[in-house]
């Protein structure tokens, strides 16, 4: 058994397994997209969103390491697996998920998924979170990434941020525009997103979103690598390029590191092809900046968050 788990005392334990879900020496693959990932000495998924604030006063008072992870969707755990704690925000069965809405105000918790808040939200007469169809994983997450497309991103419909700051206090915090950038949503003082509400627009016509909502995930289905686990985008687009692009014209297309590679669909897409590690793809992630760097003097910087240890 972990280090973790032989000094989590009983009382410690019991009190945690009242709050959610948890677990020891458990493998990260089955909560990353990637499906790779040690073990996390502790695993534990609050049940519902007030009780996140609990697990993390409770595992702070023990002064055990704390990881706080999403859906995993844009995620690479180190093979070797993580240290401490790892807090999930994310659904499975037994959690409560809470949305509320007011007027075109609309509170989400964090660990809904990103579908089920388009659907609830499109069945509830709004728009302006079509954005989001296709793009996999959590609205905690979503947030941490500032998530989008060409057609928006979170930080134009997110006005408040529920959180806990990493004084274990519960705080909401008012979105403006410098808190938000290309793919990255500023939390440096936030250990946990436990929700946000999202201002959206009255809709007039329902059968017209669900047709835009259609289209979006027709056309990832067209040119995304679904077939194959992966963390969707792994390089932001360099100021005036692409990155899949870039990429492709390094001759990277269908590369191979062990069982990770270059997708042949998206190249801007490093998949899971053939049982992979975690080490693995940051092999193939090194040599995709190394190879395009050395050709184009442009540096690649990565969507994907790396953790744990490798």
Known sequence: MSKTANYLDKD?????????????????ADYTTFKTGGPADVLIIPSKS????????????????LTVIGGGSNLLVGDKGIRGAVIAITERDFCELKIVFDDMFVY???????????????EN????MEFMA?????IGGGIVMNAGTFMGSFADILRK?????????????????????????????ICVIKGAEFELKPSNNIDECYKTIKEILDDRALKHPLEYPSAGSVFKNPEGHSSWQLIDNAGLKGAECGGAAVSTK?????????????????????????EVFNKF????ETEVKMIGEF
């Open 266 to 290: 998206h190249t801007n897409f490093i998949i899971n092809k053939n049982n992979a590690t975690s080490s693995d793809i940051l092999s193939m992630i090194r040599r995709v900046q190394d």
């Open 161 to 189: 941020v529920h959180c806990i700051n990493n004084a274990g206090e519960t705080c909401i915090l008012n979105v403006d525009s410098s808190m938000a950038s290309y793919r990255n949503f500023e939390v440096s003082d």
């Open 297 to 300: 003097k442009i540096s690649l």
């Open 12 to 28: 410690l334990s019991n009190y945690l397994s009242q709050l959610g879900h948890i677990e020891f020496d458990v493998g990260m």
């Open 134 to 138: 296709g793009i996999p994983g959590m």
């Open 125 to 128: 007469g709004m728009t302006g």
């Open 50 to 65: 007030e009780n996140i604030e609990l697990a993390v006063k409770a595992l702070k008072s023990a002064s055990i390491p």
């Open 108 to 122: 989400v918790d964090a660990s809904v998924p990103k579908e089920k808040f388009i659907n609830i939200a499109i």
